[in-house]
């Protein structure tokens, strides 16, 4: 609407510039957008996750106020137990070397002279001395009982049957003596056995024990630590969850920053560009705080110096045709505003978008189009 107001009054032979501020064209029409609630909403997510945050961080003070001493007290009974085990371990370790080390080692060396040539010739030659005592012995026994009996000694019959007597009888007793030794040896074997194979897991039980007692220790460590641990591990999620919830409201100020940047960068584009437009061939363009028109060197380009020019009060401005960059098909005739302001201050505007403007009216003469 504003925009046709202008187009009718340059149609009906108004100054460029006297339509641009009936019509208000380049004038803010609206109130600019308000990102109060954006910025509201992220501070109160922001405070809403710092209370979380903390809640957090309370209560793991409090779990570990309340879990340190016990935590604490079983893991001195771990200790108590790792201490036991540690002198059952050693106690079982000392009675097996002190008392079946020894035993074990004696039938190990029983085992090697047992098994050699000379302990069994050994065996033999006693086997052979039992016999013949044994003999003997019957012999002489058959002897006084024939002469008692008045049986002739020298007779063949006599000798034969004493002979054979005294041959069984001295086998039986040979047997039966070196049997027994065997026997006696053969039981005192496996009477050591027995008593090796007792003492022969007292290692294994002391390795366990020491085993036992190094787990007691680990885990009474781990529960010593535990409490500290869980705390560290509250405290951490806590500031996680204060620092997302900072994250939070720098993400929507970021956000409101950069919707009020994009919107003065669009409202900038839209004035140079409406304005372009809508002036047409003439070129001034305006700002909308001053009225001036765009005459900042940034602006232009295609610049050469023409001459000079006097305005109001005498004073001599450098005049140049020049051309703008955003209307690149029409020359113009005028003044540079960075000159303007060391001659006369008073005529340039600062624009809000960083351009200066020129206030040709105070200057006492216009900007013109070249033919």
């Known amino acids: 609407m504003n925009l046709h107001r202008f187009r009718e009054l340059t149609r009906g032979g108004v100054s460029p510039a006297a339509a641009a501020i009936d019509s208000n064209v380049y004038k803010k029409d609206s109130a600019p957008p308000d990102y109060t609630p954006v910025a509201e909403a992220s501070k109160e997510a922001a405070q809403i996750m710092a209370n979380l945050g903390y809640e957090q961080l309370d209560f793991s003070q409090r779990m570990y106020e309340e879990n340190a001493p016990i935590l604490k007290e079983i893991a001195q009974t771990q200790i108590a137990a790792q201490n036991q085990q540690m002198e059952q371990g050693k106690e079982y370790y000392d009675y097996w070397k002190d008392t079946y080390k020894p035993l074990e080692q004696g039938l190990v060396d029983k085992a090697q002279n047992f098994n050699t040539e000379a302990y069994r010739n050994q065996l033999a030659q006693q086997a052979a001395a039992?016999?013949?005592?044994?003999?003997?012995?019957?012999?002489a026994a058959n002897e006084r009982a024939m002469n008692s009996m008045g049986v002739n000694p020298n007779s063949g019959k006599y000798q034969a049957l004493a002979s054979q007597s005294a041959l069984g009888l001295s086998a039986n007793k040979s047997n039966a003596m070196t049997g027994t030794r065997q026997q006696a040896e053969a039981?005192?074997?496996?009477?050591?056995?027995d008593a090796v194979g007792l003492g022969r897991n007292l290692?294994?039980?002391?390795?366990?024990?020491?085993?036992g007692a190094i787990n007691?220790?680990?885990s009474a460590g781990g529960n010593q630590q535990s409490a500290g641990i869980n705390y560290l591990s509250g405290a951490q999620g806590a500031a996680g969850t204060i620092g997302q919830g900072q994250q939070m409201q720098l993400s929507g100020l970021q956000g409101v920053l950069n919707s009020q940047t994009q919107m003065a960068v669009n409202q900038d584009d839209s004035f140079l560009g409406d304005l372009g437009g809508a002036l047409g061939g003439f070129g001034g363009l305006y700002q909308a705080a001053g009225w001036g028109f765009l005459s900042d060197r940034r602006t232009k380009e295609n610049i050469e110096a023409v001459g000079t020019i006097k305005g109001n009060e005498g004073?001599?401005?450098?005049l140049y045709e020049f051309n703008y960059k955003i209307h690149?098909?029409?020359?113009y005739r005028g003044v540079m505003a960075d000159e303007v302001a060391e001659i006369y201050p008073e005529a340039v505007v600062h624009g809000h978008d960083g351009y200066l403007r020129v206030d040709y009216g105070k200057l006492g003469f216009s900007m013109e189009e070249v033919a």
């Open 315 to 318: 004073r001599e401005y450098r």
């Open 216 to 218: 007691a220790g680990n």
């Open 187 to 193: 039981t005192g074997w496996a009477r050591g056995m």
């Open 328 to 331: 690149p098909e029409t020359r």
């Open 130 to 139: 039992d016999a013949g005592r044994a003999f003997n012995q019957t012999r």
């Open 203 to 211: 290692a294994g039980a002391s390795s366990g024990a020491y085993a």
